[in-house]
């Protein structure tokens, strides 16, 4: 049985061949990569439930469930340098079989290069160094909480707001989209330094999704917290005078639970 390993997310299919697209990332088939292909079991080891001995000392690799980062020793590391996870979320990948004497000697060495072996897209500029600690700290899911928790609270405020001409909910939700619209450039940075540092910077459906749901996230905090500003009293007129501007805000949350959603994706895998 082939093992495949997705050179954007890290997920591992277990398969003859790729899957068509990674279920986590999206990520299309030529973005996988022949990570080993696991020796048939002994008979007589899967008949008596016997696992074979794992030599004391010997080099071998690890996977981190959570990121997809692979770690090389006799044992997991006590932490994962990419994401952060405990040692007991690494799970072993099994060796590939050594190649035989006979093949040696017959010169049947596999090739540097594969030609069905999926290439992997270029990568991204690297970033200064510092940036490395704010992906190791999880900056970019810290600075997303705080959009994620606004946005709700602001939505429902300007319902209330609307429904019974309230001032004090007009406030609360005009001051919580304007933050929003402050931090929205944090998210972003963060996101893009995450996508580069924890995933090659390479760009699937998954990543467009996102950016674009920032982007529109972005655009959408800007335009109603200046119409909030331009036209403080417009609750006055009710819900039913500001039909556009409750749609507006409902769209704005919604976006903003889809980027979430996918973000959700690539962090529990």
């Known amino acids: 049985m082939k093992q495949w390993q997705c050179t954007v997310c890290g997920y591992i299919h277990r398969g003859e061949s790729p899957p068509d697209k990674c279920p986590v990332c999206g990520a299309d088939k030529s973005q996988f990569i022949l990570v080993e292909e696991t020796p048939a079991q002994d008979p007589v080891a899967v008949s008596t439930g016997a696992a074979a001995p794992q030599p004391e000392g010997v080099a071998g690799k690890w996977r981190c469930t959570v990121c997809g980062y ?44 594969s030609p069905d072996r999926p290439k992997r897209m270029p990568r991204v500029a690297k970033l200064p160094a510092f940036t490395q600690v704010m992906t190791q700290y999880h900056d970019h899911p810290i600075a997303v909480h705080i959009p994620n928790g606004l946005l709700p609270v602001s939505f429902l405020f300007t319902l209330a707001a609307l429904s019974f001409s309230s001032h004090g909910f007009a406030v609360a939700a005009k001051y919580n989209l304007i933050f929003v619209c402050i931090f929205m450039p944090v998210v972003i940075g963060t996101g893009y330094i995450d996508w580069v540092h924890r995933f090659g910077g390479r760009m699937t459906r998954v990543f467009k999704t996102k950016m674009v749901c920032a982007g529109i996230v972005a655009t959408l905090s800007l335009l109603l917290s200046i119409w909030w500003l331009i036209s403080p009293d417009l609750y006055l007129n009710g819900l039913s005078g500001n039909i556009l501007f409750a749609l507006l805000n409902l769209a704005n949350l919604t976006v903003a639970a889809i980027a979430g959603w996918y973000g959700g994706k690539l962090v529990f895998k």
């Open 70 to 113: 692979i770690h090389t020793g006799s044992e997991p590391p006590e932490k994962c340098p990419v994401c952060g996870a405990d040692r007991n979320r690494f799970e072993r990948l099994s060796e590939a079989p050594a190649e035989t004497k006979n093949e040696q000697e017959a010169g049947e060495a596999k090739p540097a290069s």
